[in-house]
């Protein structure tokens, strides 16, 4: 039960560190594209008009803005864990394919060796 409110705690400082970050990050994402295409800022790349080259790179700022924010979030909880409570956090759950990774290296750990012919 520990790990589980453990766990949870993580998640709400995650978010508490999230919020700020990710208001920041889209700030920045609008910022660099308006220095970038001063007359071109497609806040919504579907609308009519809007050239695929333009819609790509606005969908590939985000992204990159995206994936800064999840990472900063992530490690800026990590380091309020350390800060607040002391110790190491809780591990983060592991993705699908890093679950899949392991669980194709304990197969091949206990396989029996093959052995060749005499």
């Known amino acids: 039960m520990a790990h589980l409110a453990g766990r949870v705690t993580m998640k709400i400082m995650t978010v508490v ?21 001063p007359a071109d ?11 695929w ?3 790509v790179g ?7 803005g ?4 999840n990472l900063a ?6 380091e309020m864990w350390r800060t607040v409570i002391g110790g190491e956090p809780p591990p983060r759950a592991l993705s699908k394919a890093e679950k899949k990774q392991v669980k194709k290296q304990r197969n091949t750990s206990h396989a029996p ?6």
Not at 58 to 64: E, K, P, T
Not at 73 to 78: H, L, W, Y
Not at 113 to 118: H, M, R
Request: hydrophobic share 50%; glycine share 8%; net charge positive.
């Open 17 to 37: 560190v999230a919020i700020p970050v990710g208001i920041a990050s889209k700030a920045v994402v609008v910022r660099v594209w308006s220095l970038a295409r």
């Open 41 to 51: 800022a497609p806040r919504k790349p579907g609308e009519k008009g809007v050239k």
């Open 53 to 55: 080259g333009d819609a």
């Open 58 to 64: 606005w969908a590939s700022l985000s992204a990159a």
């Open 66 to 69: 995206l994936v800064v924010t």
């Open 73 to 78: 979030a992530r490690k800026g909880a990590e």
């Open 113 to 118: 060796a093959e052995s060749s012919p005499a």
